[in-house]
């Protein structure tokens, strides 16, 4: 596919150009790797939820399923270590949805993934991999959906960009979800984040209102 | 009563040792909480440490130009029947400012319509509440007015919907209009995909039958979202061949003769 970047260097300047966006840049690094899918076309949300078809986990089990998630490029700036943002862009067409009612629900970043059994196949400009562990500590229980929170999304890359989450079920309508900042291959590369300032890493998220 | 030019320095040296305290504990508290509560709750939080720490140093400053805060209170009981009656609406809006503060109907950065003001809330004082206006203009609002009011909070929740009527001709296909519409509606992201939105036949009107469009938006939004499908909505509608059509009627021309057997052409 190709990446609609224009990268010049005029007067010892870089001048950065895609679509609308234009940037005059100084001499630095270009780093360009995924990040968190929640910045467009405007960040209104920290929370990504993805669904997929219902699975049921039997009680007290362990499933690990793969999931594919969306995927926004960021493109960054930078120099001794210390990172700008210059740019975020996506090849996919994002959407937004509700989880919980209208009163206290959180809006979240919407994806359809089916499930998979091994790493799946994806287009790496649109979609990531990601492997979530379903810990049941209870009775039987019907998962459908994830519900994770992006600012402590933990984005590693090679071929393809991937994240780790579990999702530890509390009872059947509400679950404990959370990052893990580990590859799911080893060797992947870790991505520059947006959100890394916040300090809110392996901060987990309840799903207090259903989970399919 | 005399006050000695060194009581005065003293006085004034206090208040400015004050300020910078208030100042100093200011930024710590600023830096210590910034990431960890809302703007709006650090500001007020700031206001009211900053107040409180300038207000015990003039008190303890007071007795260097010559003011007694015990002699104070004492006469607190006279005068304060006299400033009382002479400030009964600022007492009131003093009340209504520490209500409004405790069950924070509304907080700053909001968009809220209170009366005939409608605009984002700038500012909670202890007196009055400063809305700046969409067409930004900036309203001072009595915080007693604020309390005794109705106020609409338009980004208290998370999700709004909006809705729209669409008519279109009878002569087109309503079926075919509501896919469009539903398209434009998918493809739009703050469109929410949960709750649902609503597309279907709500009324055949007088000139066109009634498409009702209800959408669910982030609150932060969902001004822009409300504008931008509408349009898109129009836009596709006319790329169909889907007329929105002007009110009408259609008015029957008859000749031929009247029951007298006159010539009659209206």
Sequence with gaps: MFVPIKLERKNGRLIYVRDDVRKILPECEIVVNPVEPINLPKNVTKYLEIDFPSILIKPNAVETIYLKFPVEIGVFAKHDDKIAIVDVFTFDKPKYT??????????????????????????????GVLKLV?????DWV?????????HAMKIYYGEFASCWAEMKILSKISAETAFIDKPIIKGMKKAIELYTTRRLIGRAFTMEWGLK | ??????????????VALGVIVAKIVGIYIRRTLAEKIPKNELNLILKIVNVTIITVFVLFALPFVGVNPSGL?????FAGLVVGFASRSVVANLVSGIF????????????????????????????STIIRTYDGLFVRIPNEKMFTSNIVNLVANPVRRFEYVIGISYKDDAKRAIEIIKR???????????????????ELGESSVNIVVRVWSPSSVWYDAKTEILWKIKVELDKAGIEIPFPQRVVWLRRGKDELGKDVSA
Excluded: T
């Excluded at chain 1, 209208?102 to 196949?121: L, T």
């Excluded at chain 2, 009563?1 to 206090?14: K, N």
């Excluded at chain 2, 209170?73 to 009981?77: C, E, H, P, S």
């Design chain 1, 98 to 127: 509700l989880y919980g009612n209208p009163k206290n629900g959180v809006v979240c970043r919407w994806f359809w993934s089916e499930v998979y059994y091994e790493i799946p196949e994806v287009d790496p400009l649109r979609e």
């Design chain 1, 134 to 138: 379903i810990r049941n500590g209870g």
């Design chain 1, 142 to 150: 019907e998962v459908g959906k994830v519900v994770l929170d992006c």
């Design chain 2, 1 to 14: 009563m005399s006050v000695s030019v060194e009581g005065l320095l003293i006085f004034a040296f206090a």
């Design chain 2, 73 to 77: 209170i004492a006469a607190g009981g």
């Design chain 2, 100 to 127: 409004l503060m405790a069950e924070r109907p509304v907080r700053i950065g909001d968009q809220i319509m209170v009366g005939d003001v409608a605009g984002f809330v700038e500012d909670i004082q202890i007196l």
């Design chain 2, 184 to 202: 434009v509606i998918d493809d739009h992201p703050f469109a929410l995909k949960n709750p649902e939105p609503q597309i279907f036949v709500n």
